[in-house]
């Protein structure tokens, strides 16, 4: 495809039916702060292709790979082993280049997969029904929003300790459609805030947002929460970072969630240094399907009553009129839904519990370690799965964790991070331990900690 420019005739007469004044006007969202406002330093305006490869490999050379040192980081993103063969299979050049399957009667091993896939979300939700995935974690937790509040024709939402990013992209939508958001911070407690949760419903809550685990790590009673969120005719959304905790613990359908929806990244694909990840997104009562966004596959059988699938609801705007679309979102994590429901297969449900119980195994020996250190308190108590915090007391996690890094050891992810100028939250360090970490990684983080804090 031949690519072919516009003439400044062309941009002025699109900017003049925008009502744009210029280029920039375009931008004005955007934090002046991450704008910028001249050639990217250290990059030559030109240089030839051997060249700008050296250059991207000295660039490369500078990071930290998540095999590379002891890895305890998590907060959304989890490092853990992923079979040769899903890296394998997902190459193939039938599922590598597949798109998009408009055309159902020639994409039906695609249309196959993503039935598997919405099959195995469905369960592990325990949900009637999954969509064929979203974009991540962050915009399927905003578009469950979005259909709560269309559902039940409010704009209250009440949110609990979720992960900030998950909380600013929806404050972030919220600004156009109006609803109202009411966070709910969290605090170096063993209480996952159940409590002040429930009493922020009110009658004109379209629905409660509630991480399980929560983002320190904690196991809110989901049953208790969506009892006070039914009894105000609101919906409960639970969000799920960690999917392999659910190879243990009770699935949030079970528990009475609404909607759930979550981050996939676990399952088959790798950290990446921050994506592509997978947006899973079910709901719990059939009766909900329609205002789902995204689209579902289904099966069926073709007029000689052979078994065939199609693509059954494609709600997003591409499809149907636009003000009819109940979501933007264009497009599906295919090829990440792919590796998902690949290493889901590998694993089973046995293969699943078995791993869960090896995390939860590795945490509580780390957690155990750790909190034994003087200086270091274990704010979680028992309630965790292979995520946990710790309080440094007296000191700043961020500090310690940047020289934590400087030892070859990532240890963590700080509450000051992710909550910038929340004085309370400062001491917070967030610790995941999964499969991938030995009990000599746990040992060398925890001398490495004690050392640091002397």
């Given at each position: ?39 990217i ?13 050296q250059?991207?490999k ?6 930290k ?30 599922f ?54 269309r559902?039940?024709?409010?704009g ?48 004109q ?6 991480q ?18 039914h009894?105000k ?26 909607i759930?929806?979550?981050?996939g ?6 950290l ?6 997978l ?28 078994r065939?699938?199609?693509l059954t ?17 264009c497009?599906n ?7 998902f429901?690949?290493h ?19 945490a ?6 750790l ?12 309630g965790?799965?292979?995520e ?5 007391i ?26 910038p100028?929340?004085?309370e ?10 499969e991938t ?9 925890a ?8």
């Amino acid at each position: 495809m031949r690519y072919l420019p516009l003439t400044p005739s062309d941009r002025t007469e699109m900017l003049s039916a925008i009502g744009a004044s210029d280029i920039d006007a375009l931008f004005t969202d955007v934090p002046s702060e991450h704008l910028l406002d001249g050639p990217i330093e250290g990059l030559a305006p030109h240089a030839s292709e051997m060249a700008v490869e050296q250059h991207m490999k000295r660039l490369a050379a500078k990071n930290k790979a998540a095999g590379d040192v002891p890895f305890f980081l998590g907060a959304g993103a989890y490092r853990h082993h992923i079979p040769a063969s899903v890296d394998h299979l997902i190459q193939r050049g039938e599922f590598l280049t597949a798109y998009t399957p408009y055309q159902p009667e020639i994409a039906q091993g695609t249309l196959q997969m993503l039935f598997e896939f919405q099959t195995q979300v469905a369960r592990l939700y325990g949900c009637a029904v999954a969509n064929a995935s979203m974009y991540d974690g962050s915009t399927a937790c905003w578009e469950a929003i979005a259909m709560a509040t269309r559902v039940k024709r409010r704009g209250g939402v009440v949110i609990g300790p979720v992960h900030p990013h998950y909380v600013s992209t929806a404050e972030t939508m919220a600004r156009f459609t109006g609803d109202r958001i009411h966070k709910i911070m969290p605090d170096l407690d063993a209480d996952p805030n159940e409590d002040a949760i429930i009493a922020a419903i009110d009658d004109q809550t379209a629905c409660v947002v509630v991480q399980y685990p929560d983002i320190l790590g904690r196991v809110p009673d989901l049953a208790k929460i969506a009892e006070a969120a039914h009894e105000k005719g609101a919906l409960l959304i639970a969000v799920n970072t960690e999917p392999v905790a659910l190879g243990l613990l009770e699935s949030p359908g079970a528990l009475g969630a609404d909607i759930v929806v979550g981050e996939g990244q676990s399952i088959g694909l790798g950290l990446n240094f921050g994506g592509p990840y997978l947006g899973l997104f079910a709901v719990r009562d059939t009766k909900l399907v329609r205002q789902m966004p995204g689209r579902l596959c289904g099966e069926t059988v073709d007029a000689e009553g052979k078994r065939g699938f199609v693509l059954t609801l494609s709600t997003r705007e591409q499809h149907i009129r636009r003000e009819k679309a109940t979501s933007n979102i264009c497009t599906n994590s295919g090829l990440c839904a792919l590796a998902f429901s690949i290493h889901m297969t590998l694993l089973g449900g046995e293969g699943l519990g078995k791993l869960a119980r090896i995390n939860h195994a590795r945490a509580r020996q780390a957690a155990d370690k750790l909190s034994a250190i003087d200086g270091v308190e274990l704010v979680n108590g028992q309630g965790f799965f292979n995520e946990f915090t710790l309080r440094l007391i007296g000191k700043d996690a961020r500090e310690v964790a940047l020289a934590l890094s400087r030892c070859d050891i990532l240890g963590g992810v700080s509450l000051g991070r992710l909550y910038p100028g929340v004085a309370e939250l400062e001491e917070g360090l967030i610790v995941a331990v999964t499969e991938t970490c030995s009990a000599e990684d746990i040992e060398a983080f925890a001398a490495a900690l004690a050392e640091e804090l002397s």
